[in-house]
């Protein structure tokens, strides 16, 4: 008979991989270090706007398979929305110019030759060095592997790493942008349709795995924070919380999905992603006007990208480290001054909140890259898991799920 599975960290990697376990039957019991699940990707209610929000808006695509599987066995598929097709509106503030990428479906980037649906300012041939990308070696920068400048550039290929991959375009890792462009436009607009979680990242993707997991009969426990692994013979012999010591059967097993910087404090020599870089995000409580889209680039200005939800309009810089110390009113002034330009809404500042995540993802170059390690461990029954394991993707949602159920199908098959 096998053992309980103790996964710790309740984030998307723990949730996703406790959901794997308990569909094949498996023992599992999650403890989560906080009083909230979620991680990084959570609702909260806000004082300061009185309604709930999320720390960070997050983009998914219709490519990221594994979160869509996910949110399907979780009952909650329909909680993403999106356009039907894949539509990306532009403004560029510099020049008001305003247009739509507008992806075909299928492969055979048909879009290319549309001057209308393609960038402006830019020919067919242009988008032909992003192939480069798809073969980029490990260790190398996009700037080592394409030109970081012309329109195509400056209109698609930064502000689509910079979302992706959360750091500068030039210093980001050339094979992470490469995986995100094989797996998005390569395979064509069918890849690419934006989905947000319109009620709430909370309400789409956390709690409906809670409840699922809650019926399931697997205890989440709250407030649990692991503060130490004992090791004998090859294997994880117990694990100490706060005030309890569990000790492992000898089918017992541990997957770990915990953030890096906690990782490697609990397992000595372990070699990590320990570099971050943070995403700030702004939120204003106002009914966004009718013909705001769910989400908006914004290229030559601070805010990236705008989104539009009942009753609120928020906005995301990501590679946002240079705001971190600007002073919290002038960055919200500063953020709602350009939502004003782009949208019309009037000047005076709606009440707002800003949310400054310092570490929100590794950062992205070569060199953190190479120190993300895989889901094995030394000990036969530890597993890793957790954006920042070696998935082959960015720090993402995707890449989350991906590393849960990855490490949930070596604990099942060992
Ligand atoms: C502001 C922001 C915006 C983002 N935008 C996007 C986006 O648009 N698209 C996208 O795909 N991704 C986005 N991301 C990235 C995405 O949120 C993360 O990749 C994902 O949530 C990481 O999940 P995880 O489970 O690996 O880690 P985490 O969410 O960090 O979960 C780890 C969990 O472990 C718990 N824990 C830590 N130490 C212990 C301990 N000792 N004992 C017990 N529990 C412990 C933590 O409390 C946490 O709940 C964004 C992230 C942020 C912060």
């Known amino acids: ?25 498996r023992a599992v019991a999650v403890h989560e270090a906080t009083a909230f699940a979620g991680g990084r990707c959570r609702s909260y209610h806000d004082a300061s706007v009185g309604m709930t929000i999320d720390n960070g808006n997050h983009l998914l695509l219709s490519g990221n398979h594994a979160a869509i599987d996910y949110l399907r066995s979780i009952g909650a598929d329909h909680r ?27 492969p055979l980037p048909f879009w290319l030759f549309d001057p209308k649906r393609r960038v402006p300012g830019t020919r067919p041939l242009d988008y032909l060095p992003l192939a480069r990308l798809l073969w980029a070696p490990a260790g190398k920068t996009v700037g080592d592997v394409i ?7 400056d209109r698609l290929v930064e502000p689509l790493i910079v979302a992706a991959l959360n750091i500068d375009a030039p210093i980001g890792a050339a094979r992470l942008a490469g995986a995100i462009v094989r797996e998005t436009l390569a395979v064509g607009g069918r890849a690419c349709r934006p989905l947000i979680a319109r009620d709430g990242l909370g309400a789409t993707l956390i709690e409906p795995a809670l409840a699922l997991l809650q019926q399931r009969g697997t205890a989440v426990r709250f407030e649990h924070q692991l503060r130490g692994i004992r090791f004998s013979n090859g294997r994880a012999e117990a694990l100490d919380f706060v005030g309890e010591t569990i000790t492992l059967g000898a089918d017992d097993a541990v997957l770990l999905a915990v953030p890096p910087y906690a990782a490697t404090s ?28 769910p989400i908006l680039g914004v290229l030559n200005s601070t805010v990236q990208w705008i989104f539009s939800f009942p009753g609120r309009v928020s906005i995301t810089v990501s590679a946002g480290d240079r705001l971190i110390e600007t002073p ?33 993802t590794f950062a992205a170059t070569p060199a953190q890259d ?22 082959g993707l960015p720090a993402t949602v995707e890449g989350a799920i991906r590393s849960g159920n990855r490490a949930a199908e070596f604990i099942a098959s060992s």
Not at 268 to 292: K, Q, Y
Not at 331 to 357: F, H, M, N, S, Y
Request: proline share 7%; net charge positive.
């Open 1 to 25: 008979m096998a053992g309980t599975v103790h996964i710790i960290g309740a984030g998307l990697a723990g949730l996703s991989a406790a959901i794997r376990l308990t569909s094949q039957g």
């Open 80 to 106: 993403l929305i999106g356009p039907k097709s894949a539509e990306f509106p532009f403004v560029d503030l510099s020049s008001n110019e305003r247009w739509t990428l507008r992806f075909n479906d299928g």
């Open 147 to 153: 030109a970081c400048k012309g329109a195509l550039y």
């Open 266 to 293: 609990l397992i000595a020599g372990l070699e990590a992603p320990n570099e971050f870089r943070a995403i700030v995000n702004g939120h204003f409580r106002i009914e966004p006007p009718a013909d705001l889209p």
């Open 328 to 360: 919290r009113e002038e960055l919200a002034k500063k953020l709602w001054d350009e939502v004003t330009r782009v949208t019309g809404l009037p000047a005076a500042l709606p009440p707002w909140q800003i949310v400054r995540e310092r570490r929100a």
């Open 370 to 391: 190479a120190k993300r390690p895989g889901a094995a461990t030394q000990w036969r029954n530890l597993v890793l898991a957790g954006d920042w394991t070696d998935t």
